[in-house]
């Protein structure tokens, strides 16, 4: 969730790290904004059963009809053959998976006239010996999940219960155009994609191959999800909350069913807690692993563990406890089942790591400033495919093969050889009450020595995030217009440990603002940071984190609050975190909560002591952090009328904006902002 702070100032340790710089012949241009129609997101490696191709996923930007694509390739696994395999610019592919004998690849896609694409997602399969795409399903509400059953005989299929409210033509006593009311009675009832959240569930259904018949198996007021086959094909593990009320708590377990219609299913982990993860069966089928988090109390500060349960029930055992990372992915078990590999979240990074099912200790696969994640088995040999990115090149896909990583897809490799980007460098510096905060540092191309830089802080969300050593495009934006750019992962930050990520529990908008200066205060006595010429903003939780620096501190000359709130008890019930607020702070109305609230509504009800000039930012459709947030702040310094204060509005978008205009605009304009009261 977004959040809130107070504020201090620090003193900071030099500690400068080299992690990536630009690589290959000097290219021959700065980043611009056409850059971002020009740049392929690539994603979801999947290995095929015999381990020749890897099929993954291509994102790309439609410029001139202002929208975004995915279609999927393969990659042969020595890296000579790059094919495409579908071009459907009216219609996203994703969610690739081969059938059991490598001669499909199944994938979820939206196509077909209206009245299809009503329907939602549903499963298509494309014959490896080619041809056209065929659909498989045809399933009201849609498919948002699929497993192949171990033979290939069968899915199962995670569908979402059908609306008729979204389509007028069988709702009684409504005219065609005119949508019927909106009824509910969930504690839960929002959320930012999902919009009103009335009773409609996921739930999981097999799917017949070759009679195409669907039969339920599952139902119920709850959401099942991430299905996963026993090796026998007899059982099916799935995640669930099933207790008395679900919308009030937190409390997923992993539950297996006999894959058959009117089967019960059961419970085999028994944590109050949360259970989650995509369940991964053990080899010889006697074990289950999954990720367990936390309880619902730190619903917002979870820090995924590695635990494995016997798959009959029992007792189950957390793996990773000594390990104090978050563990994250796919898990997948070593052939001899003495093993298991997962992503591993660690302080800027994430690396592969083994993990030894009998001692949890782990073992790093991959090191290095980078992130590495994504992971997908090459059969029983050890082998990985898996996406990895560094400061100086998006994610591609890598084959990890006899501990050494060999780059398997090409997607930006033209446009990395033409374009000049940003130097990266770690650093860590110490905040005012000795805590040791990190972050990552760009310097402009051609950075000069003994030169003072207009500088940016600009904050990641969440908290429960990192910024990491990857490639980022928003920041390589700033660099690229003559801005230094400080990424701090303060205290709520992820990476760091389970301690450093609920530091700020029930106490927002300090620690957090304390670590930023810190932060601010390293650059400029690092002597390359014009403490004179400096700027802030951020997205969600960072332009929270925007609001309560500039209510706390006036040496910033411009801010850019996205998506943000200052008053955070105007959005009790307004926004998609009622779990968070009853659990974590109480409700409003008692009065023993009441003095939290006014403590953390601090950059609202102190707006006059804001002296810097703040562009303000939101999608009109945001649930997550609703638009008033940000318009309470700006009326506030309208009114007071001491700065200059911008509100956009971003018609029909949610938290995260989608339409590659608006995202291009919300750029050129946060630059503009800048420029016009740092570089002035």
Not at 140 to 153: E, F, H, M, R
Not at 273 to 291: M, T
Not at 532 to 541: N, P, Q
């Amino acid at each position: 969730m977004p959040r809130v702070l107070t504020s201090v100032v620090a003193a900071c340790l030099l500690a400068l790290s080299p992690v990536a710089s630009s690589a290959g012949s000097a290219p021959s241009r700065q980043l611009s904004l056409d850059d971002l129609a020009r740049l392929r997101t690539v994603s979801d490696p999947q290995v095929a059963p015999d381990g020749k191709w890897v099929a993954y996923v291509v994102g790309t930007v439609n410029a001139v009809k202002d929208t975004h694509d995915t279609d999927l390739w393969m990659a042969s696994w020595d890296g000579k053959q790059q094919i495409r395999l579908t071009s459907t610019p009216d219609s996203s592919e994703r969610a690739p998976k081969w059938s059991p004998d490598g001669r499909y690849l199944a994938f979820l896609a939206t196509r077909g006239d209206e009245a299809e694409k009503k329907k939602g997602p549903q499963v298509w399969l494309l014959d490896r010996n080619g041809g056209e795409a065929q659909r498989l399903t045809d399933v009201k509400g849609g498919v948002s999940d699929y497993a192949w059953s171990p033979d290939g005989s069968r899915l199962c299929l995670v569908v979402n219960d059908f609306d008729p409210s979204s389509d007028p033509e069988t709702m009684e006593g409504w005219k065609r155009k005119t949508p019927p009311p909106i009824v509910i009675d969930r504690y839960y009832f929002k959320s930012d994609q999902g919009g009103y959240l009335t009773r409609l569930y996921s739930h999981l259904a097999l799917f017949d191959m070759a009679t195409k018949k669907v039969e339920a198996l599952t139902t119920g007021s709850t959401d099942d999800q991430s299905p996963a086959w026993s090796p026998d094909g007899k059982q099916i593990a799935f995640v669930s909350n099933r207790t008395p009320h679900p919308d009030r708590n937190d409390n997923t377990d992993i539950f297996v069913v006999e894959a058959r219609p009117g089967a019960e299913a059961r419970p085999v982990t028994t944590y109050p807690g949360r259970d989650e993860g995509q369940p991964s069966w053990s080899p010889d089928g006697k074990w289950i692993a999954y990720f367990q988090a936390d309880l619902t109390k730190y619903v917002e500060y979870y820090q995924d563990k590695l635990a494995i349960v016997p798959a009959a029930g029992g007792t189950a055992r957390v793996l990773t406890t000594a390990l104090d990372r978050a563990v994250m992915g796919d898990i997948l078990w070593a052939p001899d089942g003495r093993s298991l590999r997962v992503a591993v979240e660690d302080d800027r990074t994430i690396y592969v790591g083994q993990v030894s099912a009998a001692t949890g200790a782990v073992e790093k696969l991959t090191t290095g400033e980078r992130t590495a994640y994504a992971i997908s088995p090459r059969g029983g040999e050890g082998s990985l495919a898996l996406l990895e990115s560094s400061p100086a090149a998006p994610p591609e896909v890598y084959v990890l093969e006899g501990g050494k990583l060999r780059q398997l897809s090409h997607q930006n490799d033209a446009w990395l050889a033409d374009v000049r980007l940003a130097t990266t460098e770690n650093f860590s510096c110490k905040a005012k009450d000795g805590t040791v905060v990190n972050g990552i540092v760009r310097k402009p191309a051609g950075f000069l020595a003994g030169k003072k830089y207009p500088t940016l802080l600009i904050i990641h969300g969440g908290p429960n995030g990192q910024d990491e050593d990857a490639f980022d495009f928003l920041r390589e934006w700033f660099a690229a217009n003559g801005y230094v750019v400080l990424a701090v992962n303060y205290r709520g930050s992820s990476g760091r440990g389970s301690a450093y990520q609920k530091a700020i529990f029930a106490d927002w908008g300090d620690k957090e603002v304390m670590d930023l200066l810190a932060a601010v205060d390293w650059a400029v006595a690092g002597g390359f940071a014009d403490p004179d010429r400096l700027g802030i903003g951020g997205w969600s939780y960072g332009g929270i984190l925007t609001d309560y620096t500039i209510a706390s501190d006036t040496r910033f000359k411009a801010a850019m609050s996205g998506a943000s709130t200052g008053f955070t008890v105007a959005l009790y019930g307004v926004d998609q975190y009622i779990l968070q607020y009853d659990n974590e702070i109480g409700p409003p109305y008692d009065p023993k909560s009441w003095e939290t609230y006014q403590r953390i509504a601090y950059p609202f009800l102190h707006a006059d002591r804001i002296k810097t000039p703040t562009l303000f930012m939101s999608g009109d459709k945001d649930f997550n952090v609703p638009t008033v947030g940000v318009e309470e702040m700006y009326q506030a310094l309208k009114s007071l009328d001491n700065v200059p204060a911008e509100l956009v509005i971003y018609p029909g978008q949610h938290h995260g904006l989608t339409v590659p205009s608006y995202i291009r605009y919300r750029l050129e304009k946060w630059v503009g902002w800048y420029d016009r009261f740092i570089k002035k």
